[in-house]
T-cell receptor, first 115, second 111 residues
Framework: DARVTQTPRHKVTEMGQEVTMRCQPI?????VFWYRQTMMQGLELLAY????????DSGMPKDRFSAEMPDATLATLKIQPSEPRDSAVYFC?????????????FGSGTRLTVV | GEDVEQSLFLSVREGDSSVINCTYT??????LYWYKQEPGAGLQLLTY?????DMKQDQRLTVLLNKKDKHLSLRIADTQTGDSAIYFC???????????FGAGTRLTVKP
């Protein structure tokens, strides 16, 4: 089965360090999402792209977060500088509008711990 | 408040039916979804329903949609211990391309 690949699976870093999370969407999917999951806030949409162009990043703290798609096979989410409150699981999801549904496939997530 | 609301917990006995409920607020939502998340994993699409349908059945899963009340439910027949997970309801608002999730319902199945 085709899958969305996220790396790393786990990341522990010190406060103030830069963190880069990567996502390889499913080949042929033209929409890529970044979500953050915490116990307190649940699933939050951070940003999403269509055909590599950013459509909405209003859910993302602009001063420290940035999301890019350098090419169709790679999406990145960077945090600089990282803070303890950024500790969460970050999910990437990809999808494309089909004739019948608009569901997305999620990666397994990157569990980030900032100490 | 949240756009999509779900109760947080549900506990059932193995073999019983589970019903997970969800309410949404955007009447223009075209598709509504149920996702399942097992511990340490991402979200897995279980099923979806188009807004012009009121019911969809897929093996042990039955989705009911009441557009008038903006209410969506997921029924799992003959619930098994492997069904224990968090279940998320989600909508795609009519004018947007994103997907909005509820907080998730944690289903616990007791033997």
């Amino acid at each position: 089965d085709a899958r969305v690949t996220q790396t790393p699976r786990h990341k522990v870093t010190e406060m103030g360090q830069e963190v880069t999370m990567r996502c390889q969407p499913i080949l042929g999917h033209n929409t890529v999402f970044w979500y953050r999951q915490t116990m307190m806030q649940g699933l939050e949409l951070l940003a999403y792209f269509r055909n590599r162009a950013p459509l909405d990043d209003s859910g993302m703290p602009k001063d420290r977060f940035s999301a890019e798609m350098p090419d169709a096979t790679l999406a990145t989410l960077k945090i600089q500088p990282s803070e303890p409150r950024d500790s969460a699981v970050y999910f990437c999801a990809s999808g494309s509008r089909t004739g019948r549904s608009y569901g997305y496939t999620f990666g397994s997530g990157t569990r980030l711990t900032v100490v | 408040g949240e756009d999509v609301e779900q109760s947080l917990f549900l506990s059932v006995r193995e073999g019983d039916s589970s019903v997970i409920n969800c309410t949404y607020t955007d009447s223009s939502s075209t598709y509504l979804y149920w996702y399942k998340q097992e511990p340490g994993a991402g979200l897995q699409l279980l099923t979806y329903i188009f807004s012009n349908m009121d019911m969809k059945q897929d093996q042990r899963l039955t989705v009911l949609l009441n557009k008038k009340d903006k209410h969506l439910s997921l029924r799992i027949a003959d619930t098994q211990t492997g069904d224990s997970a968090i279940y998320f309801c989600a909508e795609t608002p009519g004018n947007n391309n994103d997907m909005r999730f509820g907080a998730g319902t944690r289903l616990t199945v007791k033997p």
